[in-house]
């Protein structure tokens, strides 16, 4: 019998184990539950999906939404395993068709889900197979306390129940938190289950948070350096995305849009345009989430703020799933909080199952989550270790790729700009009542607008005081000042700022404080320090023209196969090809991601295109 890294190798065609990957597998050869808590993209799928086909039946596998499964299902054909998926959006004689398939065993690994479990059928056609596991993929669904409850995930442990014969019941997820992970282990009933965690880290992953003036500029400052390259662009509203999208398209990028007030035939022609690289580019709100199997999305751009450090991982986790560096960028303005805590209390007052209580438990969590998400895009530590740690991996880390890592900070005096600050919200309180930051700042800077002049307040000692500082760098000031409670912001949806008794030690001169704050760089030394950010495929020379030749090669068989692009090979694997530039079969065979059944159907065709490239070269 062949042994689980032989495995690895033909089907997947992978050398080596990733972090976790191998005891998971082990202990479940073992006849052991496991539970495999790993971010996105650490490769949760080969921990099932190996040990699936060493055990000698079949392994049922229980995931969430169709268009995971649909890949997932391309992807294990096309590495020459039998595998079927069932679900409701099925025809009658497509499922009468993949029945008899599976009532013949003639299927190693099956995709169903949740919502069939309990059909009388379906359960009689299970109880004739022989099940050896059975496999929970995305299993905080199970929990009220994950981000995507589903009702139908609790019907899986009676399922498992009426199987003639318990099988080993192994469970994944990427949500990282104890009463999530608690509650997989006690509704799914795993029995003294193997919990392995591997590391939160995406080491390929550079982290930065952007506060522009102008966030549309922003972009496509940031995309006009990306041409050629595929992303997601997250924003928090439908309109948002809506206008984003607009406004690439206006400016020629292949850009597509997905949102929850689009039909769902709409949503699944942009997935397909996006996942076939026929749209590159994604603009999306939360709903475009789990099931973007996609593997070679070269950077995810937050145009707003997500309402938690959860959200923004697994979001961002999008980016780089086949091991290529990959950007995640946020952009980062004060209205991104109002506007999410607008969201969560429109979320939870709509919900009529819950009673006043429970919604206002539920507001306040949710706001704490928020005020860790707003930490992270104004803190100036290092942006990974700030993740890890709040995933519960207490590491202080200057991990050199990310933006904070990578900006040069001075400690800057503000006492004055404070006392200014504080002197002007003083006088405008006064004369009526409190304003927010944008107006505190336009009064220091002697704005010439309207509202200023309405209500008096050119006349105020304090205006234009600050007139020579930028109104980014005011506003910077006043949120330090609110953050560290020298200045009190209101919850309100438009928040004003109050003093408080801090406030009054300040203008007393009693407190010095000094901040860190992004030194100010000569644009072109920015510029030169962006192109040097550590790339760890760029520092082996890639050809850029093999690469495009392997593209053209790839999308051709994709579009013969109908699949996605990725699904023949990833970019990580042409990128590889690019560096060994095999010319033989063996040759081929060392590339990553190339398995037996691949080089059988793709070799061929890709040999050809390098050793043309080769010869090309020579000439
Ligand atoms: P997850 O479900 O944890 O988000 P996937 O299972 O989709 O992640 O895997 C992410 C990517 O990593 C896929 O492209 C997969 O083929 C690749 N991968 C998984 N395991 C390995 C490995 N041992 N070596 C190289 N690549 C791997
Ligand atoms: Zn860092």
Redesign the pocket.
């Known amino acids: 019998m062949k042994t689980s890294v032989e495995i ?1 190798k033909k089907y ?1 065609g ?5 972090e976790g ?1 191998k005891n998971v597998i082990d202990t479940i050869l073992s006849n052991n539950d496991t539970l495999g808590v ?10 099932y999906q190996v040990p699936a086909l060493m055990l000698d039946g079949v392994t049922l596998v229980i995931s969430p939404l169709i268009s995971l499964m649909k890949d997932q299902i391309e ?1 294990l054909v096309l590495a020459g395993i039998d595998a079927v998926y069932v679900h409701s959006g099925m025809t009658a004689s497509e499922y009468k068709k993949t029945a008899s398939q599976i009532a013949k065993n003639n299927c190693k690994i099956i995709y169903v889900a949740p919502e069939r479990l309990d059909k009388e059928s379906f359960i009689n056609l299970f109880k004739q197979v022989d099940i050896d596991m059975v496999t929970i ?1 995305e299993a905080h669904c199970v929990s009220q306390w994950g981000q995507d409850f589903r009702p139908s995930y609790l019907k899986i442990k009676d399922f498992i129940d009426c199987l003639p014969k318990r099988p080993i019941v192994s469970a ?1 997820t ?1 949500t990282a938190t104890s009463k999530v992970r608690d509650d997989i282990v006690s509704i799914l009933e795993l029995k003294n289950p193997y919990v392995c965690v591997t590391g939160f880290d995406r080491k390929n992953l550079f982290f930065e948070v952007r506060k522009p003036s102008d966030k549309i500029k922003e972009l496509m400052k940031i995309l006009s350096e990306r041409r050629d390259q595929s992303g997601i662009i997250y924003c928090s509203t439908r309109k948002s995305v809506e206008e984003v999208c607009d406004f690439l398209i206006d400016y020629g990028y292949k850009a597509t849009r997905y949102h929850a007030g689009l039909s769902d035939k709409e949503r699944s022609v942009n997935q397909d345009d996006f996942s076939f690289d026929k749209k590159p580019v994604m603009v999306a709100t939360n709903a475009f989430g789990m099931g973007i ?1 996609k ?1 070679n999305v070269n950077y995810v751009i937050h145009y707003n703020m997500p309402k938690n450090l959860e959200s923004y991982y697994q979001e961002a ?1 999008r980016a780089g ?3 290529s560096t990959a950007d995640c960028i946020l952009l980062y303005g004060a209205r991104d909080v109002q506007m999410n805590k607008f969201l969560i209390e429109k979320s939870h007052s709509e919900n009529n199952e819950l009673k006043w209580e429970q919604r206002d438990e539920l507001i306040k969590k949710d706001l704490q989550l928020l005020k860790e998400m707003t930490f992270y895009a104004s803190t100036t530590e290092c942006l990974r270790g700030y993740i890890l740690k709040y995933f519960g991996e207490q590491k202080d880390l200057f991990c050199g790729n990310c933006g904070n890592c990578n900006t040069t900070f001075e400690e800057v005096n503000i006492s004055i700009d404070s006392q200014k600050i504080i002197s002007c919200v003083y006088r405008i309180n006064k004369l009526g009542w409190p304003y927010g930051k944008n107006m505190i700042a336009d009064v220091l800077k002697g704005s010439n607008n309207e509202k200023i002049k309405n209500a008096k307040f050119d006349k105020l000692s304090t205006y234009g005081i600050m007139k020579d500082v930028p109104k980014r760098r005011i506003i910077d000031i006043i949120d330090y000042l609110c953050q560290d409670g020298f200045l009190e912001l209101t919850d309100d949806k438009y928040p004003v700022v109050n003093l408080n008794d801090k406030s009054y030690e300040i203008i007393k001169g009693h407190e010095s404080i000094i901040i860190k704050m992004p030194k100010h760089v000569e644009p072109e030394i920015k510029k030169d320090k962006s192109t040097k950010k550590t790339d760890a495929s760029k520092s082996i020379p890639v050809s850029d023209r093999l690469f495009e030749l392997l593209r053209q090669e790839r999308r051709k068989l994709a579009d013969e196969a109908r699949v996605p692009a ?1 699904i023949v090979f ?1 970019d ?1 694997t042409l990128k590889d090809m690019c560096r060994k530039m095999p010319v033989s079969r063996d040759e081929l065979l060392e590339v ?2 190339v398995g037996a059944q691949k080089l059988e159907r793709y070799g061929d065709a890709f040999i050809e295109v390098i050793s043309g490239f080769v010869k090309d070269k020579k000439q």
């Open positions: 690895l997947f992978y050398d080596n184990f990733r990957q790993m971010p996105t993209g650490a490769g949760k799928s080969i921990c992807s993929d994944f990427a199997d593997s986790g799933r086949d091991g990725f990833s990580a990553s991601g």
